[in-house]
């Protein structure tokens, strides 16, 4: 079983910054992609980053220039630093990740963690 622990959230006044952490801990070979997502109350999930296995990100719009996403492979964890945080950015965000098992691919969510930004 894979496990993914999500760190790192909190309440934080607007213009500043927070780091998520997601550490994956488990039986597996190895994970491609990790992602961040977040869901506001009231509003469906939505994808905010993304990392490829060897280190590519990519954004959604409204946090490019903002927000960072990195891992560190050795420590099978990803990171999220966020910037510039604006009262929009509130919301629960959630570590997701593709872990690959023995033979098989198989998508893992992390239980969520409260990011607050107050105006």
Same mark, same amino acid.
């Given at each position: 079983q894979v496990q993914l622990v999500e760190s790192g959230g909190g309440l934080v006044q607007?213009?500043?910054? $927070?780091? $998520?952490?997601?550490?994956?801990?488990?039986?597996?070979?190895?994970?491609?992609?990790?992602?961040?997502?977040?869901?506001?109350?009231g509003n469906q999930r939505e994808l905010v980053a993304t990392i490829t296995w060897n280190g590519i990100p990519d954004y959604q719009d409204s946090v490019k220039g903002r927000f960072i996403?990195?891992?560190?492979?050795?420590k099978?964890?990803?990171? $999220?630093?966020?910037?510039? $945080?604006?009262?929009?950015?509130?919301?629960?965000?959630?570590?997701n990740a593709d872990v690959v098992a023995v033979t098989t691919l198989v998508n893992f969510w992390g239980q969520g963690t409260q990011v607050t930004v107050s105006a």
């Open positions: 607007a213009g500043g910054s $927070l780091r $998520l952490s997601c550490a994956a801990s488990g039986s597996f070979r190895s994970i491609n992609y990790m992602r961040w997502y977040r869901q506001a109350p996403i990195s891992r560190d492979n050795a099978n964890t990803v990171y $999220l630093q966020m910037n510039s $945080l604006k009262p929009e950015d509130t919301a629960v965000y959630y570590c």
